[in-house]
T-cell receptor, first 116, second 108 residues
Framework: EAGVAQSPRYKIIEKRQSVAFWCNPI?????LYWYQQILGQGPKLLIQ????????DSQLPKDRFSAERLKGVDSTLKIQPAKLEDSAVYLC??????????????FGPGTRLTVT | GQSLEQPSEVTAVEGAIVQINCTYQ??????LSWYQQHDGGAPTFLSY????GLEETGRFSSFLSRSDSYGYLLLQELQMKDSASYFC?????????FGDGTTLTVKP
């Protein structure tokens, strides 16, 4: 089966500009996660969707970050305006809806964002 | 809040056994997962423990003790390709939390 797809793979923007990332999860996976991973740190959960509803967004900086999941499938994460500290890899992951397998997250290749 | 503590670095030689520890403080804890991440790559799932005890998957095993809020990943017969970062993650429903990872270096 196809894995989690993300685009773009790399993005360089200037501070105060806006940027958007796209994620297509594995077919049938109800749960979708967006993580921010700064170099040398573990992935930090930004937002988690169950189908098209938000389960947790407590660590999403809502003054500049927004995310949506259209029709419970694809998702976009937007940053507006970007700051230097937003430079990181943005990872999208998905997992099946129920059972023990729901604890296994499948990650996409990530988008490496550089803010100058 | 939630936090997971892991050693930052571990070094071992090819063919050896290494243990990577993880202690956690979380609310509503359901289980502990382990992920491997090579430089420039995405995290890949290794194992999950919902119950106390040892889970074995090939050369990798993972252990959980809920009473001690502690778990570990055991890697046997180390190979050069095992050089990577290893993350433990707490998986309560609604919010997953990752540790900052342990960088494993395998030397010949």
């Amino acid at each position: 089966e196809a894995g989690v797809a993300q685009s773009p793979r790399y993005k360089i923007i200037e501070k105060r500009q806006s940027v958007a990332f796209w994620c297509n999860p594995i077919s049938g996976h109800a749960t979708l996660y967006w993580y921010q991973q700064i170099l040398g740190q573990g992935p930090k959960l930004l937002i988690q969707f169950q189908n098209n509803g938000v389960v947790d967004d407590s660590q999403l900086p809502k003054d500049r970050f927004s995310a949506e999941r259209l029709k419970g499938v694809d998702s976009t994460l937007k940053i507006q305006p970007a700051k230097l500290e937003d430079s990181a890899v943005y990872l999208c992951a998905s997992s099946p809806p129920t059972g023990r397998a729901s604890y296994e997250q499948y990650f996409g290749p990530g988008t490496r964002l550089t803010v100058t | 809040g939630q936090s997971l503590e892991q050693p930052s670095e571990v070094t071992a030689v090819e063919g050896a056994i290494v243990q990577i520890n993880c202690t956690y403080q979380t609310s509503g804890f359901y289980g502990l997962s382990w992920y491997q991440q090579h430089d420039g790559g995405a995290p890949t799932f290794l194992s999950y423990n919902a119950l106390d005890g040892l889970e074995e998957t090939g050369r990798f095993s993972s252990f959980l003790s809920r009473s001690d809020s502690y778990g570990y990943l055991l890697l046997q017969e180390l190979q050069m390709k095992d050089s990577a970062s290893y993350f433990c993650a707490a998986t309560p429903p609604g919010k997953s939390t990752f540790g900052d990872g342990t960088t494993l270096t395998v030397k010949p």
